[in-house]
């Protein structure tokens, strides 16, 4: 089982900044992709950003040249960097990792977070 722990949410006026970390632990023999999705209530989920094991990168529209995904494999580590957040962005991010959990595991597992809130005032 790979288990994420996240951190980092909060509230931010508009304009501000954040940054989210998720950190994963467990069996973990290698890690496809890590990313961060979000979900506002009403709404669906949706993709924020996510990094691959190359460190190739992919962004949601409403956030590209605001956000910014890194990840440090040493520490199974994901990071976002949030700026120039606006009330729009104000969701439950929850880290999402795809990893083999051993050497014989042919199939990658999907793992999530719990969530942590990001709240945006104007």
């Known amino acids: 089982q790979v288990q994420l722990v996240e951190s980092g949410g909060g509230l931010v006026q508009a304009g501000g900044s954040l940054r989210l970390s998720c950190a994963a632990s467990g069996s973990i023999f290698s890690i496809n992709a890590m990313g961060w999705y979000r979900q506002a209530p009403g709404k669906q989920r949706e993709m924020v950003a996510v990094i691959n094991s190359g460190g190739g990168t992919n962004y949601g529209d409403s956030v590209k040249g605001r956000f910014t995904i890194s990840r440090n494999n040493a520490r199974n580590t994901v990071y976002l960097q949030m700026s120039d957040l606006q009330p729009e962005d104000t969701a439950v991010y929850l880290c999402?990792?795809?990893?083999?959990?051993?050497?014989?595991?042919?199939?990658?597992?999907?793992?999530w977070g719990q969530g942590t809130q990001v709240t945006v005032s104007s």
């Open positions: 999402n990792v795809i990893a083999r959990t051993s050497v014989v595991a042919t199939t990658p597992q999907v793992s």
